[in-house]
């Protein structure tokens, strides 16, 4: 053991090397014995051969350490020491540190019976094999009871060579008829050889509890910070009329730093649905809040009912102008139940991965640009088909990334436990976060959105019906668009009153779409269990608005009047060119929502 870091704390050694400095004068020479011999230093001094010290002083005397006993060593260091001897571990000292804290021990017995305290700390194990490997070993930060409050000690067992018998005081018993430096030696020479553990237990009890308090710090910290980032996620999902949608999110690792994964479900009217999933790059307040702010104005951008690669187009650029050092990956996707598929743009985004009525998985390969932020590329938009029976999943890295493998690997591993996941969206979820090895440890945040499209049979099925007319001739084709429209709802049973207004509903949108469209013009109308959606296209692509007649107009009141009669109306334009003008009714015991005007 090195007891150097413990001398400046040993009682009188600072007084008594003080004195000797000061008794000592520069001029002085050194002592000399009987006939004018110069005595030499005594064995253990710890002077030079110039009679100084380290600091070139002249060297005070220092006491041999050969006549120091095992109680001048150890029985003053703050350290718990205790020295047990053979495979009993049979007491032979304990210092006043270690009765104090446990009280005295008789020596000479093992310490199974007088050494209670090492048997609850486990140590008795540890320290037979110190004896038999002869290695030492350390436990940290042992709890040790006390009576006013717990302790925490560092316990380390080192294997010791004891020779001779050791007196009450510690000292090797001398041989008789001799002195006793020599008999100690003679003895230590001639008697056997026993192996014992020197059990040294430093106080760490301030050191754990800043541990404690800076782990409880940490703990505060993040939850604080996941509160953060689940406060700027969706706090309650849209659930769309066609579709049963679940998402997850999962915080990666123990760290404070929130990171920059969202999700959303955005109701745009007439039936469909926006789908978005994103990740922006790095961890942090300032991942988050650029997170936010993109979500935000996806949600806005949504409500324009634009085609998915012009979302991301206006993405692109306002996530440039929201921080230039920040890139983010996205996924923009929107189901249309009527024509049953999903059409998505990606921005750097992995695949969205759809699961047919048979199981079979399908991967979405293209069109993908390069990440938000990055500006100078149009984004292109593409279409999976998503009919009745269909799964789709969106998610972010954190799922398929490994440190260790190809993330291509990854999405595969997610397609092969996708196509054999089963149940409603929230319990494919946990399926899926338990396939892919996602735990509490996880070192990425990892957000996950899952929807379905399902199959409805029986009395659910004859709440959602689709019927369209194409709308052929000139103004011959409106009231033949009333009779349509008329019979179509007495179809399906509504109240008389409901019945009305979508009945003029669709005729103010045909007739406003055979005045200033082109063909080829459709009305299609279209029920759910929560709405009445009536629903106009055409060739023509200008976009219609609301706007006030003066009472010598002649016309300009058709949409005025689907808004003042409807839950809601929007249009859009449609691929390939027109547009679609639609409006919605709530039906009775449902609460409308509201979509794009």
């Keep these: 053991m090195n007891f150097t870091r413990w001398s400046a704390r040993l009682p009188g050694t600072q007084r008594r090397n003080a004195v000797a400095r000061a008794g000592r004068s520069a001029d002085s020479v050194p002592a000399t014995g009987a006939g004018g011999r110069e005595v030499p230093p005594a064995r253990g001094e710890l002077t030079d051969a110039a009679g100084t010290d380290a600091s070139g002083h ?90 006013t409050r717990h302790s925490y000690y560092t316990f380390t067992c080192t294997p010791v ?49 800043a541990a404690e308090r800076l782990r409880a710090s940490e703990a505060r910290q993040r939850e604080a910070a996941v509160t953060l980032q689940r406060s700027l996620l969706p706090q309650e999902l849209e659930q769309p009329d066609d579709l049963r949608v679940a998402a997850t999110y999962r915080p990666g690792g123990t760290e404070a730093a929130v990171g920059g994964d969202w999700y959303d479900v955005i109701t745009l009217g007439a039936g469909r649905t926006a789908l978005v999933i994103g990740d922006v790059m790095g961890r942090g307040v300032r991942a988050a809040a650029v997170m936010g702010q993109l979500r935000t104005a996806v949600r806005a951008y949504a409500r324009l009912d634009l085609p998915p690669h012009e979302v991301l187009q206006l993405l692109d650029g306002l996530a440039a102008e929201i921080d230039a050092s920040q890139i983010a ?41 390069p990440p938000l932020g990055t500006g100078g590329w149009l984004h292109t938009s593409g279409t999976l088909p998503f009919p009745e029976g269909s799964t789709a999943v969106l998610y972010t890295d954190g799922l398929v990334e490994r440190r260790d493998a190809d993330i291509d690997e990854g999405v595969a591993t997610l397609a092969r436990a996708f196509a054999g ?55 011959e084709a409106a009231p033949r668009a009333r009779a349509f429209a008329s019979g179509v709802l007495t179809s399906w049973r509504f109240p008389r009153e409901l019945h009305d207004l979508g009945v003029l509903a669709a005729s103010e949108l045909v007739a406003n779409s055979l005045q200033h469209g082109v063909p ?3 009305l299609r109308l279209r029920r759910t269990d929560r709405r009445l959606i009536v629903e106009v ?61």
């Excluded at 270690?98 to 008789?106: H, I, L, M």
């Excluded at 998505?344 to 759809?354: D, N, Q, R």
């Excluded at 969206?425 to 735990?439: E, F, N, Q, S, Y």
Aim: proline fraction near 9%; glycine fraction near 12%.
């Design 58 to 147: 002249p060297a005070a005397a220092v006491r041999s350490l050969d006549a120091l006993s095992v109680d001048d060593l150890l029985g003053q260091v703050p350290a718990l020491v205790a020295l047990v001897q053979g495979p009993e571990h049979r007491i032979a000292y304990v210092n006043t540190a270690y009765a104090g804290v446990f009280g005295p021990r008789r020596t000479g017995t093992p310490a199974r019976e007088s050494l209670p305290e090492l048997v609850e700390l486990g140590l008795l194990p540890l320290m037979d094999q110190v004896l038999r490997s002869g290695k030492p070993r350390t436990v940290k930060a042992r709890r040790v009871p006390g009576r």
């Design 161 to 209: 060579e004891l020779s001779g018998a050791c007196g009450p005081d510690g000292r090797t018993a001398p041989a008789r008829g001799t002195g006793a430096r020599g008999g100690a030696v003679r003895a230590a020479r001639t008697a056997p050889q026993e192996r014992g553990v020197l059990v040294f237990a430093a106080d760490v009890t301030d050191q754990v509890e």
């Design 329 to 369: 990956t996205c996924v923009y996707a929107v189901h249309d139940p009527s024509e049953g598929r999903l059409s998505y743009a990606s921005a750097g985004h992995l695949p969205v991965l759809v699961r047919d009525a048979e199981g079979t998985v399908h991967r979405a390969e293209e069109p993908t640009g």
């Design 421 to 475: 996941a089963t149940g409603s969206p929230d319990v494919m979820c946990d399926r899926l976060l338990r396939a892919l090895g996602i735990t509490a440890e996880h070192d990425d945040d990892v957000a996950l959105l899952v929807l379905q499209h399902p199959s409805r049979e029986g009395p659910d099925a004859e709440l959602f019906h689709n019927a369209a007319l194409d709308l052929l001739g000139g103004v």
């Design 520 to 522: 080829p013009m459709r």
């Design 537 to 597: 296209t055409d060739g023509d692509d200008h976009l219609p608005r609301r706007r006030r007649a003066e009472p010598a107009d002649e016309s300009g009141r058709g949409i005025s009047i689907v808004a003042t009669i409807a839950s809601s109306w929007g249009s859009r334009r449609t691929p390939g060119g027109g547009k679609a003008v639609w409006c919605e009714f709530a039906l009775p015991g449902h609460r409308p929502v509201p979509g794009p005007v």
